[in-house]
C-alpha cells in the first residue's frame, strides 16, 4: 500500500532553515506528481508546493515562493522540500502527498519561534 514518511522537521528561529524529506513507497513513485502539503493550529490544510515527474516544473504557493524551493530523487523514491527565510507564519505539520490523491503521512512538525 501506499506509504509516506515524512522527516526533518524541528525548532528553528526566524530566518533560519530546514530540510525536509518523503520517503515513498507502494506505488511507482516516477509517476506521480509529488506536492507538499502543511496545516497549522486551527485553519486548513493548505497546498505549499508541487512538482511534475520529472522535476522539471515546479510551483508554489505565494507565501512561500522565493523561500522554499521543492525537489525529488527518483531513484531514491524521495520529495525534499528546502525551507530557507523561515518565519513564525511557517509553524505547520507538514505533509507530503501525491498531487490530487489526498493520501498522506504522519506530518512533521516545524516551528518556527525566537
Known amino acids: 500500500q501506499v506509504q509516506l514518511v515524512e522527516s526533518g522537521g524541528g525548532s528553528v528561529q526566524p530566518g533560519g532553515s530546514l530540510r525536509l524529506s518523503c520517503a515513498a513507497s507502494?506505488?511507482?513513485?516516477?509517476?506521480?506528481?509529488m506536492s507538499w502539503y502543511r496545516q497549522a493550529p486551527g485553519k486548513e490544510r493548505e497546498l505549499v508546493a508541487h512538482?511534475?515527474?520529472?522535476?522539471?516544473?515546479?510551483n508554489y504557493a505565494d507565501s512561500v515562493k522565493g523561500r522554499f524551493t521543492i525537489s525529488r530523487d527518483n531513484a531514491k523514491n524521495t520529495v525534499y522540500l528546502q525551507m530557507n527565510s523561515l518565519k513564525p507564519e511557517d509553524t505547520a505539520i507538514y505533509y507530503c502527498?501525491?498531487?490530487?490523491?489526498?493520501?498522506w503521512g504522519q506530518g512533521t512538525q516545524v516551528t518556527v519561534s525566537s
Open positions: 502527498s501525491r498531487l490530487g490523491y489526498g493520501d
Open positions: 512538482i511534475t515527474t520529472t522535476g522539471g516544473s515546479t
Open positions: 507502494g506505488f511507482t513513485f516516477s509517476s506521480y506528481a
